[in-house]
């Protein structure tokens, strides 16, 4: 076994990656960007290596600085994590010709799954089933077309070198085919620089279910499945397994499948096989076929540990240090069920807009597993993926796991950045959801009742506005308390007419404009007049944050902010975070009318539209495409206004 590890990557994941590797007696490095320097990952291992600036293509992506520092610190093997250099077949060549171990699965096997045409035509020779379509070499428009109208309507259009819809086209009428492929192709081309597509049979109402595998170079096996359907543009938002409906005879083909898949490559390490599933008829033996391959540990494994029992990383290290599987398939087996929620720094109502802040506080019920990359009083920066945690829970049924599931998430305490921590209890309240009834539609089928923002109970009010004016803490203001009645001060929520009075040293009276005043009392939390239960908040970060099933941030009004934002915001678009700026679509001289839109910048994997705050004449366009821009960046400017 290793005697030393260097952790390429940040976040949750190099802390999951160090908790194990500690437990197994390992001594691990971290690597960090200047902005990652006070960061979780880096207090957690025995040592650390500074690599570059905060871009991740100064930094996390410098597999070359990466590998010094290896070498540098005596680390033996390099832990890729997720994302980053973990599929890079470039950088696993470079890990082994440095003499040091890659823990995951060899260069080829990535570059045999990196293409979707070769990937499908090899899972093909190997006997995994694959979606009907064509994933040939030629690209003549008129060939393709043609292909088309074999498989039959609706098909699918996708890029071969795409991941997660870029480069894809539904084509329901064969009138549109061609400009369909045309603007794949275009999009394709953009993106990866490879123009190439398949076609395929549209599978209508899909659900997302994958297979962990793991293989040693020459045997694998499969640890059950994950059912990814709750998604929201290509982005897991809960993950489960096993997956719902899933039947025995269903279970072992696909598992069959997966091992073979990984067996067809050689695969070594921790693998998931991807299969699209047609739900529109149940669950069926011959309703799955192979979508792709993610050669690496994936964000969501925690569900399938929870419910198998192993230490995925473990089994990791154990067999990168040349060990053979742990386990035989016969050995595994499924207790319970385990759910996954991915909690976001972002701005769910604003449509998901990545969000950043300082966490001001950060508290999780340890009634559930939450790996966290993060503590209280860290920055959420724009420079990295916004995710805060993952809260995972088992139980012995469905139901119970999902109960505990939304109990975990009334028990987790963020203030200090808006989360999407609503949005998930909502999810994990869902009907539909609740009886196991999901695709991969769920999510935008019912965004609206998903992201409605409840009108706030008066006791929310009340209990917002003591919490406003400190009334919380230890020592209770006794200002404005007077024994000859009570004096009533405006509570500074931006927003609502809200007035509170102070009538003892723990207690106060709270009125929203003109509604009858509520009582607040402090007594280990705020006990509120009308509220199911003691209540739980805090004022920080600019904000009141109320914790609980329906968490609440209320922002406290703050002068300085209203008067810039009044001021010359409106007359320049500023980059609201780094990116690359994909598309400008106006010109010096142009009229726009207020909301407009002025261009498209690309961060954090999301594109943001940008607007015009007001009507105007653009007087400056300061970015062209393709420019990689700092938060900030002044991209569009409009004229005075006259
Ligand atoms: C499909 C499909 C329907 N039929 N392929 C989306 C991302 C890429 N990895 C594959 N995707 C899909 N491929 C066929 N033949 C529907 C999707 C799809 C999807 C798949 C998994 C999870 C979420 C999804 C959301 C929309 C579309």
Redesign the pocket.
């Known amino acids: 076994m290793f005697d030393k590890i260097l952790i390429a990557n940040r976040g949750e994941i190099a802390c999951r990656i160090i908790r194990t590797a500690r437990a197994m007696g390992i001594r691990t490095v971290a690597v960090h960007s200047d902005a990652d320097t006070h960061a979780l990952h880096v207090a957690m291992a025995d040592e650390a290596v500074l690599i570059g600036g905060p871009a991740p293509r100064d930094s996390y992506l410098r597999g070359d600085v990466i590998i010094r520092a290896a070498q540098d610190t005596g680390a033996q093997a390099i832990h890729p994590g997720y994302g980053f250099l973990s599929e890079n077949p470039d950088f696993v060549e470079a890990v082994e010709a440095a003499g040091l171990v890659f823990i995951g699965p060899s260069a080829q096997a990535i570059r045999a799954m990196g293409l979707k045409d070769a990937a499908k035509a090899l899972m093909q020779e190997a006997g995994v089933p694959v ?1 009907p379509g064509y994933h040939g070499a030629n690209q003549d428009p008129e060939h393709l077309s043609g292909a088309a109208d074999a498989i039959g309507y609706p098909v ?1 259009i996708k890029a071969v070198a795409g ?3 870029k480069g ?1 086209r539904l084509v329901e009428d064969p009138a549109q085919f061609m400009d369909a492929l045309a603007s794949a192709k275009g999009e394709a081309a953009t993106a990866f620089g490879n123009d190439a597509v398949l076609i ?4 209508i109402k ?1 659900r ?1 279910i994958e297979m962990q595998v793991f293989g040693d170079g020459t045997d694998a096996v499969h640890l059950f499945e994950r059912d990814c ?1 709750l ?1 929201r543009r ?1 982005q897991k938002v809960i993950e489960e397994a096993p997956a719902p409906g899933m039947t025995e005879e269903m279970r072992a083909a696909m598992g069959q499948a997966a091992v073979r898949a990984a067996k067809a490559i050689g695969y070594k390490g921790a693998g998931t096989v991807e299969f ?1 599933v047609d739900g529109s008829r149940g669950l069926r033996p011959d309703g799955f076929w192979f ?2 391959m993610n050669t690496r540990l994936q964000v969501e494994h925690p569900v399938t540990e929870a419910i198998t029992g192993v230490d995925l990383v473990e089994w990791q290290l154990r067999v990168a240090a040349g060990e053979g599987l742990p386990c035989a398939q016969e050995a595994l087996s499924i207790t319970g069920h385990a759910f996954e929620a991915r909690l976001y720094a972002e701005d769910v109502p604003a449509g998901f807009l990545p969000a950043t802040g300082r966490l001001e506080h950060l508290r999780f019920p340890d009634t559930a597993r939450a790996d966290t990359g993060v503590r209280a009083g860290d920055v959420i920066s724009p420079w990295y993926d916004p995710m805060i945690a993952k809260i995972i829970t088992h139980g012995p049924t469905r139901a119970i796991a999902l109960k505990r599931l939304e109990a975990a998430l009334g028990g987790t305490q963020v203030a200090g950045s808006v989360t999407n921590l609503a949005f998930l209890g909502a999810l994990a309240r869902h009907d539909g959801f609740r009886a196991g009834d999901v695709d ?1 539609g769920v999510i935008a089928r019912d965004l609206d009742s998903l992201v409605a923002v409840p009108e706030l109970a008066p006791w929310e009010w009340a209990a917002a506005a003591a919490l406003a004016i400190g009334l919380d803490a230890i020592r209770a203001p006794l200002a404005g308390f007077s024994t000859s009645g009570p004096i009533w001060q405006q509570v500074p929520l931006a927003d609502v007419d809200l007035r509170i009075a102070v009538t003892g040293p723990r207690a106060a009276l709270v009125q929203v404009a003109g509604q009858d005043p509520a009582v607040v009392a402090r007594d280990d939390g705020l006990r509120v007049a009308g509220a199911p239960e003691l209540v739980c908040g805090v004022c920080a970060g600019g904000a009141v944050c109320l914790f609980g099933p329906v968490p609440r941030v209320l922002a406290l009004v703050d002068p300085l902010h209203r008067a810039s934002g009044a001021g010359a915001g409106a007359d320049v678009v500023l980059a609201p975070m780094p990116g690359l700026v994909k598309a400008i679509f106006v010109a010096p001289g142009e009229e726009v009318a207020e909301g407009a839109r002025l261009a498209i910048l690309e961060a954090m994997k999301m594109e943001h539209t940008l607007v015009a705050a007001r009507a105007g004449r653009v007087a400056e366009v300061l970015a062209s495409p393709g420019a990689q821009v700092e938060a900030g960046a002044a991209l569009v400017r409009l004229e005075d206004e006259a």
């Open positions: 979606v699918l991941g997660g819809g894809m395929e049979k549209y599978i899909p997302h359907s998604q290509h699209i979508m792709e991969t």
